[in-house]
């Protein structure tokens, strides 16, 4: 799936619609289960529960303190983290944090609560 590509098209070999209007920010998502809340200063979503420093740019991405993400889903001890340091989380809107739908995050860095 590629985002934010441009592209052309002939006008007379489509149809367009009038966009859908954007959902109303402040109603959770219908797939968003769960809040998850940065904690600490800043933290990395990765790609490998690993450091972030040992990871190439484009498998990471850093997220600031307070900012709240709407996840679907989680796994607290995922088998790839053998010190069960991360959360894995599935992101509820797809392509809301980088190029991926899902991250490992570091657990003391966030706080993951329903999404009420």
């Known amino acids: 799936q590629a985002a934010n590509k441009v592209g052309w ?18 109603q959770p998502s219908s797939q968003a289960k769960y809040k998850l809340t940065v904690t600490a200063s800043t933290t990395w979503f990765k790609q490998s529960p690993v450091d972030s420093s040992q990871l190439q ?14 996840i679907s889903a989680y796994q607290e ?7 069960n340091n ?23 860095d966030v706080a993951i609560t329903l999404n009420k």
């Open 9 to 26: 098209v002939r006008n007379d070999v489509i149809k367009l619609d009038a966009a859908p209007s954007p959902p109303n920010p402040t």
């Open 57 to 70: 740019d484009d498998a990471k991405h850093s997220v600031p303190k307070n900012s709240v993400v709407l």
């Open 77 to 83: 001890n995922p088998p790839q983290d053998p010190n």
């Open 86 to 108: 991360h959360f894995y989380v599935t992101l509820a809107d797809p392509l809301q944090i980088g190029k991926f739908n899902s991250w490992y995050v570091y657990k003391p």
